[in-house]
């Protein structure tokens, strides 16, 4: 059984958004196309408090894209975003849900940031995303959503990691740093990941 997973389509992460990625939105129209081939198909929501230390407004003297040492971990500092309940964090309105049966919010402690739809990055903390896949069964798992080089990477990674056979659709993403992302799909591959166009599940 196959798993559609769309990761943070997110207001604040597409054009006009407080993190945006370019061009963010033209995967909008491809990831609607794709999700009637998937048995299941879930998302998951960057859903941070306004303390969150990812934000370097609360790091006083820091700016956004500096990278600090947060508990332990190097921490990228980001603009504010995905403010739990703000409008930023809402799914794109372009975005069709109704056949999302599941929504896993990750970034919830102010502590530690969460890339990956399955774990914080310090592997403090499960969302469970894993159980539920497995729970229905799911083998393969195909990911899709923003961005290809941070939240993309990190749950394709956790997904291979994890024991499901791991596919990442290039077009159905779009990342925050092309070069990061040149070298996330080759740590993929290396990993035993694939990477597909849409195409080649829609023709
Ligand atoms: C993301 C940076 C910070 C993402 C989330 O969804 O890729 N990137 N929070
Ligand atoms: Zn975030």
């Not at 794109?92 to 919830?108: C, H, P, W, Y």
């Not at 939240?151 to 956790?158: E, G, I, L, M, R």
């Not at 024991?163 to 659709?169: A, D, P």
Request: with cysteine; aromatic share 10%; proline share 3%.
């Amino acid at each position: 059984m196959r798993a559609l997973l769309l990761i943070d389509i997110q207001n604040d992460f597409l054009p006009g958004g407080r993190l945006a990625v370019e061009k963010g939105d033209e995967i909008i129209p491809i990831v609607n196309d794709l999700q009637q081939h998937f048995n299941l198909v879930v998302a998951t929501q960057d859903w941070h408090p306004a303390n969150h230390k990812s934000f370097a407004s609360n790091h006083p003297g820091k700016n956004p894209f500096e990278i600090i040492d947060l508990n332990g971990l190097e921490q990228v500092l980001w603009p504010d975003h995905c403010i739990q309940s703000s409008e930023g964090a809402l799914f794109s309105n372009q975005l069709n849900m109704d056949k999302v049966e599941a929504i896993f919010r990750k970034g919830t402690n102010s502590e530690i940031d969460s890339y990956s739809g399955f774990y914080d990055n310090g592997y403090l903390k499960s969302t469970g995303l894993a159980d539920y896949l497995r729970g229905k069964q799911i083998t393969e798992v195909y990911v899709v959503g923003l961005a290809g080089d941070y939240c993309v990477y990190y749950t394709a990674k956790d997904a291979i990691k994890e024991g499901f056979q791991t596919f990442l659709i290039e077009d159905a993403t779009r990342s925050i740093d092309n070069q990061g992302f040149e070298k996330a799909k080759l740590d993929i591959v290396s990993k035993g990941g694939k990477i597909l166009q849409s195409t080649d599940l829609i023709g």
